[in-house]
């Protein structure tokens, strides 16, 4: 996220009081700044499937109190859907194929009608073989197809070598 603040990002889309489900916490870096952003009138539901990265997530934002930790694969939404409301937006930080086709079909269940979406591309966790424009390209066709308006795309060099962020709305 800090990458894309400081390539010029038009509009981030967290504010106070949103909620947001964020797909691969991981440890929780960045699910910590969107917690600070949102405030407590927010929340942040962090979805993570590895059970090591989990047990720190769990760890590192115990004392927060807007963040819902599930241990869970952002691949199969309906596995957590008991546990997450309908949200303002989505933050998709997966390190896995289909990335838009995850975030789209979390948007299914849980976004709200013309909320937005943050997709972190990482190209190589996509295909290690194809070109990082050619993996862009398609994830943001992906997208479009599902239903979302691309508001701004951000290569992320040199802070993050072959990355892209999405900022889209779904219409």
Known sequence: MAAVILKGVSEVYLRSGS???Y??????TTASHVSDIVGEE????????????????????RYRSNIVP???????????SGMVSVVDII???????EQAKL???????????????????????IDAVKSPSHVFEHEVQVLKSRGFTVA?????EP???????VFARKT
């Open 103 to 125: 975030l789209a079909d979390n948007a299914n269940y849980f976004l709200k009608e013309s909320g937005s979406v943050i997709l972190m591309i990482k190209s190589r966790s």
């Open 159 to 165: 802070y993050d070598k072959d990355h892209m962020a």
């Open 23 to 28: 797909l691969g916490a991981a440890s929780g």
């Open 70 to 80: 599930i241990l869970g694969d952002a691949r199969f939404p309906a596995n957590y």
């Open 91 to 97: 933050y998709c930080d997966v390190a896995q194929p």
């Open 42 to 61: 927010g929340s942040v539901y962090c979805i993570d499937f590895a059970p090591r990265s989990f047990r720190e997530l769990v760890e590192n934002l």
């Open 19 to 21: 909620k947001v489900l």
């Open 152 to 156: 701004d795309l951000i290569r992320l």
